[in-house]
């Protein structure tokens, strides 16, 4: 199957501070990806779908500045959750469509402190 | 409104003891049902993908059938190395997906 990267897996931060999280599809290019929140003993929220050379779709509820996105290239997505806070410290992954098909990175576990 | 809901919420299983999880669905604009596990603090690794009732993917101890209303999950002799979290979702024609809340199964030896 296709593969998808993350990284950082994890990663600590003061509040106040900004984080970026990267996806990268590794042998296939994907126009599209999406950024999902995970919070522990729950299923996953799909908190923004990114497209390639436009703007991304926020679901709703979710900041739009607070949560940016950035799909600068067919093989990468950033998330950079910005002026962090303890509250946003949760397990964030993303995904890339391969045909019909949904592959997702490893996550990556951020905790503020 | 779009639902997927797994059942049960945990499975405790012995080694060798087969059983099977559920995944029953109420979606609009239904393109495919996926299955995943997912082990700690891990992404989601893909499964199967089903897109037609009476569709059946197997792989290795672990075959999905899907119906018109659910989908399961078999287990065949399950090992202790198959415990982990088994997530369906459904895809929607626009691409949104809905995921169940997920299976805990853990298996002894």
């Known amino acids: 199957g296709a593969v998808v990267s993350q990284h950082p897996s994890r990663v600590i931060c003061k509040s106040g501070t900004s984080v970026k999280i990267e996806c990268r599809s590794l042998?296939?290019?994907?126009?599209?990806m999406f950024w999902y929140r995970q919070f522990p003993k729950q299923s996953l929220m799909l908190m923004a779908t990114?497209?390639?050379?436009?703007?991304?779709?926020?679901e709703q509820g979710v900041e739009k500045d607070k949560f940016l996105i950035n799909h600068a290239s067919l093989t990468l997505s950033t998330l950079t959750v910005t002026s962090a806070h303890p509250e946003d410290s949760s397990f964030y992954i993303c995904?890339?469509?391969?045909?019909?098909?949904?592959?997702f990175g490893e996550g990556s576990r951020l905790t503020v402190l | 409104e779009d639902q997927v809901t797994q059942s049960p919420e945990a499975l405790r299983l012995q080694e060798g003891e087969s059983s099977s999880l559920n995944c029953s669905y109420t979606?609009?604009?239904?393109?495919?049902l996926f299955w995943y596990r997912q082990d700690p603090g891990k992404g989601p690794e893909f499964l199967f993908t089903?897109?037609?009732a009476g569709e059946e993917k197997e792989k290795e101890r672990l075959k999905a059938t899907l119906t018109k209303k659910e989908s399961f999950l078999h287990i065949t002799a399950p090992k202790p190395e198959d415990s982990a979290t088994y997530l369906c979702?459904?895809?929607?024609?626009?691409?949104?997906?809905?995921f169940g809340a997920g299976t805990i199964l853990r298996v002894k030896s």
């Open positions: 979606v609009s604009g239904l393109r495919g």
């Open positions: 990114s497209n390639e050379g436009s703007k991304a779709t926020y």
């Open positions: 995904s890339a469509r391969f045909g019909w098909e949904l592959f």
């Open positions: 089903l897109y037609s």
């Open positions: 042998d296939f290019q994907a126009t599209t």
């Open positions: 979702a459904a895809i929607q024609y626009g691409n949104k997906l809905v």
